[in-house]
């Protein structure tokens, strides 16, 4: 069913769910996202208190914790092995040669680290470049343009385009997310009112989901030059509409391009690779200590090498584990971004910018400033005796 479109119903914020140091909301399709965190908490309470706190790396997927597991069991493998080919003299342990062993795991660890960390590095700017200089360009060209239509377009025969402009920018930002998420849910527009049915079936024409909100800037591009046109209002406005649109397409652009250009593959799967080494070298290695410290008895070093082995090969993989899940924001991970929650904000700075004309100040050619006394499109009482609605300018 469809719902005559108002700006107020999209500025609601999504379903809100306060942790201990984060503030989780419902984004697309029901799944939770981190909204923000408190830092001063987290100090406070300590990661170690937080631990199982929605969103860290043990609770927002379990491939490290599985890893971990898989490594801690081939550790134990390794050494009932060491045990049972010592069975006769189990001292036999003790002299086992771990010179090489230990200088390859020395050398491995001291290469992967470096790597690692230049590796997850990278993935996090390509992550903070997605949500700035792409999503928030969209964003801000959207704002913008609305703050430039409210201002020389505020004439009440005007209304009708202020009125297109905010449906078609917020349809953008809609059709940019299910671009971006690869879902053709186009005929929900139609249901709150942001495009109507012959639109929808002018979007279907583009097969590629990238074309649609690029359209959409078109077109707000076209009707609002139009009507500038119209109202001969001055060049340099148009020339800053048509920057705003442009910026706005450029933004969409490199989303697509931050998405489908991805870090080479066998760059990836050889930083991959180095980690799942240098997981195994722990593995055997701690294994193989384990077993020597069995004839002694040396109950502190076999805990040690189990210790060692779980936290350096969780460190790793959940290193990894995050740098996949940020690789495409637009998903369903808890990390990725919580759009709804975007969408909530633009829509409500779109709301402030096309009624920002209400209460303003006009300017007398005489350089005087009149302030409005009361809302402008509060009715007031004519001379004659009807009540007619406040023009705009004034007050």
Same mark, same amino acid.
């Given at each position: ?205 583009? #097969?590629?989901?990238?074309?649609? @909100? ?9 009707? +609002?030059? &139009? /009507? *500038? ?102 998903? #369903?991970?808890?990390?990725?971004? @919580? ?9 409500? +700075?779109? &709301? /402030? *910018? ?42």
């Amino acid at each position: 069913m469809t719902t005559k479109f108002d700006i107020k119903q999209h500025m609601q914020l999504p379903e809100t769910f306060k942790y201990t140091v984060t503030e989780v909301v419902v984004g697309e399709g029901g799944y939770h996202k981190i909204f923000r965190y408190d830092m001063k908490l987290l100090v406070k309470w300590s990661a170690c208190m937080t631990i199982f706190t929605k969103g860290t790396v043990f609770t927002m997927d379990s491939t490290a914790v599985r890893t971990t597991g898989l490594m801690l069991l081939l550790l134990f493998l390794v050494t009932g092995v060491a045990c049972m080919c010592s069975i006769k003299d189990i001292s036999q342990l003790k002299k086992m040669d771990m010179v090489p062993l230990n200088n390859l795991a020395t050398q491995v660890n001291a290469f992967v680290p470096f790597v690692l960390a230049l590796f997850v590095s990278l993935t996090l700017s390509r992550w903070w470049a997605l949500r700035v200089t792409a999503l928030g360009k969209v964003f801000d060209s959207l704002a913008n343009t609305c703050m430039i239509v409210a201002s020389e377009l505020n004439d009440l025969r005007w209304e009708e385009v202020r009125l297109g402009v905010m449906k078609y920018g917020m349809a953008s930002v809609e059709l940019l997310v299910q671009a971006a998420r690869e879902a053709d849910e186009i005929d929900s527009l139609v249901d709150h009112d942001l495009l109507t049915k012959t639109e929808v079936e002018f979007m279907r024409e583009h #097969d590629l989901l990238w074309q649609r @909100p690029m359209v959409m800037w078109a077109w707000i591009m076209h009707i +609002i030059t &139009d /009507a *500038m046109d119209h109202n001969k209002t001055p060049a340099p406005s148009r020339q800053a509409v048509i920057g705003q649109c442009l910026a706005a397409r450029d933004g969409m652009a490199n989303i697509n391009m931050y998405l489908d250009t991805q870090l080479p593959f066998a760059y990836v799967h050889l930083i991959t690779l180095l980690v799942n080494v240098q997981n195994i070298l722990m593995a055997i290695k701690s294994g193989l200590t384990f077993g020597q410290a069995i004839p002694d008895g040396r109950l502190f070093v076999m805990l040690q090498q189990v210790l060692s082995t779980a936290v350096i090969v969780f460190i790793y993989q959940a290193l990894l584990t995050i740098s996949y899940m940020i690789m495409d924001p637009f998903g #369903d991970d808890v990390l990725d971004f @919580p759009i709804r929650a975007y969408k909530a904000y633009v829509a409500s +700075i779109v &709301d /402030a *910018m096309m009624g920002a004309g209400r209460g303003c100040p006009a300017v007398s050619s005489d350089g005087r400033l009149h302030r409005a006394m009361r809302s402008r499109w509060q009715s007031k009482i004519a001379t004659d005796g009807e009540t007619v609605r406040q023009l705009p300018g004034e007050f």
